[in-house]
Nanobody
């Protein structure tokens, strides 16, 4: 019903930058929130950043001041600009969207397939 397609992962040296993008498509009535989570090997998935339909945003303490989340409401996309990357940012990054379906008006969480970000010298 809804697909999230991510792009932009890769390998970067410490201190470098990457930009992740995610596009949502399908039977979308509205999107309440879009965000990014990450999961490093042996660790639980954690919130990185999220933006809500009222424009508010929340960041994990570990990325504040380095990462910026932005959303294009018309295109149903969300991006994550990651600067000053550190080795501890290495993880699979997942896009998440909290979608109200146009078919049933139910609110459902959807996930992207994940994109690998590796920070290494």
């Amino acid at each position: 019903q809804v697909q999230l397609v991510e792009s932009g992962g890769g390998v970067v040296q410490p201190g470098g930058s990457l930009r992740l993008s995610c596009a949502a498509a399908g039977t979308i009535f509205s999107i309440n929130a879009m965000g990014w989570y990450r999961q490093a090997p042996g660790k639980q998935r954690e919130l990185v950043a999220i933006t809500f339909s009222d424009g508010s945003t929340t960041y994990a303490d570990s990325v504040k001041g380095r990462f910026t989340i932005s959303r294009d409401y018309a295109k149903n996309t969300v991006s994550l600009q990651m600067n000053s990357l550190k080795p501890e940012d290495t993880a699979v990054y997942y896009c998440n969207a909290r979608v109200r379906l146009s078919t049933t008006l139910r609110m459902i969480d959807y996930w992207g397939q994940g994109t690998q970000v590796t920070v290494s010298s």
